[in-house]
């Protein structure tokens, strides 16, 4: 792996820890995501337990649990929404996540997909896409903000990207339940992140919307890294190289999809004894 | 934002500031309020049947106020989503502080002829409180009209939305504030006259306040206030900005994931939609002739909540046809069967909120679709 180092700039930070924004996501290592021994309670019930997950910079990762293992909450964590009790998260080699907020981690570069797709439904199709691009956020920015033209071609290749061309002009609530996990993908390409966590996306999708998806996803993954969380084990046979088992908040099993498939605990925490 | 689809590029067709018909209602709008009715109420004789009377233009100006208010409302309420049932302390901060230029311009002619307005004379102070420096100045007092619910809506604001404070919570606390203030002004130590407040007002700016042409003028700037409003509403909710502020009302979470920090935004329109109560305030003060306490109730904020309702919220006109129509209303029924008035307002609110939860707007725009 090679020494790859990006310019992000991230304005509006007030956590005193600009300083580690200017080299932006620092992949000197290798990976891009680290979480080390993570613990998360909710009255005393462990969320996650001493998880332990690196993520390297363009894999495409795709994690599977039981109900309840802990994948939802590991997503929360990365994103800001919940501080981990203990352990530490970083992105890249320097950006430590556990000291940041929501919009600050978003503006580092990750990009989190809902498990319910979570679009602006009072807005069209291309506000949606428009409101999600990557630009200065701030209040005064946005007061006088005005598309130009570089950006109506991104918002135009997302929109043929996502295959929402047509709809451009329709409140994004009209889509339909695809529709809408696409849009939402699409808003997460035009943050440009460089690391996408996608909470069941293909949930609710036509069999050739989920091949669609598939082909998507791996045209990502390279350029970006792509962490997802799935249910769906032929979508995830199709997409995946390595395979993370989270159960009851700790990493059962990582591998291929055909040496988890195979591995005693997998099979006896997804079967039973 | 509407849409051309030409070959290969999508290009946003900025939509027009309003409509023709939105041009022609504020054209309308404009000439009634600044040309026909100051004139009307000037010019013909008491006993002609075109005369307005003085009674009849101070209730247009009051609701012209109320419709500032709602207008302020409405963008913290309509369009952010987060109901503030304490509009009513920025509306009379904003009135207090004009309040005290207008009680210095009474000068001698107070009860007992001191410098000093009547009620610090009845309790026997013998100079202003270090707060009334200044209050004399009329350029002052204004900027203390801006500053005040400004200020106060700043650092509330802050604190509440950084906490991440929301829904009815959020509703509460402000609810609680107004009547934390309420009790504050209805103490004769505050520097304020207590539960009278101020009145007995003789001029605005050397001009009589009570004289025909005086009460025109300030009629004149109150619609011209209101007009710039609806401007600014139109202008900010046309903007990112208002995309972003409808964002944060109809999916908070996917805006903050987005990247966008909702403090800044929230503060923002807060803060705003304070001062232009406090604005509003300032404008009605004058027209009534007193400020008192009751203006700080509790029920008086919830009111205000209670006409953007009525008239559909996250529209442009709805919170002024509300405030239009629930306190003309109010007029004719505290005149006609004053005891009813409060279940009226109460059926009322049930009834919108039951059956028009879009308001008289969002009915009007059913109907015109069941006819399509």
């Known amino acids: ?273 | 934002m509407k849409l051309e689809k030409l070959e290969t590029r999508y290009i946003p067709r900025t939509e027009p500031l309003f409509s023709g018909v939105g041009w022609a209602a504020l054209g309308a709008f404009a000439l009634v309020t600044l040309v026909i009715l100051p004139l009307l109420y000037l010019l013909p004789a008491p006993d002609s049947p075109l005369h307005i009377s003085a009674y009849t233009i101070t209730l247009a100006g009051k609701i012209l106020c109320y419709c500032i208010v709602a207008m302020a409302m409405n963008l913290i309420w309509g369009y952010t989503g987060i109901l503030s049932l304490g509009h009513g302390v920025f509306f009379a901060l904003g009135g207090y502080a004009f309040g005290m230029y207008l009680m210095r311009q009474i000068g001698r002619e107070g009860q007992y002829q001191s410098d000093l307005p009547d009620f610090m004379v009845f309790l026997d102070w013998k100079a202003f409180p270090w707060f009334w420096t200044g209050s004399e100045h009329f350029l002052w007092s204004a900027l203390l009209v801006i500053l005040i619910p400004g200020v106060l809506a700043l650092v509330f604001g802050f604190f509440a939305f950084r906490s991440r404070i929301k829904g009815v919570y959020f509703s509460i606390i402000t609810q609680a504030m107004t009547f934390a203030f309420m009790l504050l002004f209805f103490r004769n130590d505050t520097g304020f006259g207590g539960n009278n407040g101020f009145t007995d007002f003789k001029r605005v700016l050397g001009f009589p306040i009570t004289a025909p042409s005086t009460r025109a003028v300030i009629f004149a700037i109150t619609a011209l206030a209101l007009i710039g409003v609806v401007f600014l509403t139109r202008f900010l909710i046309r903007s990112k900005v208002g995309r972003i502020l409808t964002a944060i009302r109809d999916s908070e979470s996917r805006l903050m994931f987005s990247g966008y920090n909702p403090l800044g935004y929230k503060l923002f329109v807060w803060t705003l939609s304070a001062v232009l109560c406090g604005i509003a305030g300032a404008l009605y003060v004058p027209q009534v002739g007193i400020i008192n306490p009751s203006e700080m109730s509790p029920a008086n904020s919830i009111e205000i909540a209670v006409w953007v309702a009525v008239g559909g919220r996250g529209t442009l006109i709805g919170p002024l046809l509300g405030a239009g129509v629930v306190n003309g209303a109010k007029s004719y029924f505290t005149q006609t069967f004053p005891e009813y008035w409060l279940f009226f307002l109460g059926l009322l609110f049930i009834l919108v909120t039951l059956f028009m939860p879009r308001g008289v707007i969002g009915l009007v725009s059913a109907i015109r679709r069941e006819r399509k």
């Open chain 1, 1 to 273: 792996m090679s020494a790859v180092t990006e310019e992000t700039s991230v304005s509006g930070s007030t956590s005193g820890l600009s300083h580690v924004f200017k080299s932006g996501v620092d992949l000197t290592h290798g990976p891009i995501l680290y979480l080390d021994d993570i613990t998360v309670s909710f009255d005393g019930f462990k969320a996650l337990n001493k998880l332990t997950l690196t993520v390297e910079a363009g894999e495409l990762r795709c994690v599977i649990g039981p109900n309840g293992a802990g994948k939802t909450t590991m997503m929360d964590v990365i994103t800001g929404k919940t501080r981990p009790d203990e352990g530490s998260a970083f992105f890249g080699q320097t950006i430590d996540l556990t000291r940041l907020t929501e919009p600050e981690i978003a503006h580092a570069g990750i990009g989190r997909k809902f498990q319910k797709p979570t679009v602006f439904e009072n807005h069209s199709v291309f506000e949606n896409l428009e409101l999600a691009m990557k630009t200065d956020k701030r209040v005064w920015a946005s007061v006088r903000a005005r598309l130009g033209a570089e950006q109506l071609d991104r918002i135009r290749e997302t929109l043929e990207l996502i295959k929402l061309h047509g709809e451009a002009d329709l409140l994004a609530g009209l889509l339909s339940h695809g529709q809408k996990q696409w849009l939402e993908i699409g808003m997460l390409l035009m943050q440009e992140p460089r690391l996408l966590l996608l909470d069941e996306p293909v949930a609710g999708m036509t069999d050739e919307e989920t091949e669609r998806t598939a082909e998507l996803f791996k045209s990502l993954a390279g350029e970006r890294s792509v962490v997802v969380v799935e249910h769906d084990m032929e979508f995830i046979d199709s997409i995946a190289s390595v395979v993370t088992v989270l159960h009851e908040g700790a990493v059962l099993a990582e591998g291929t999809m055909d040496a988890v498939k195979n591995d005693e605990r997998v099979i006896e925490v997804y079967l039973g004894r």
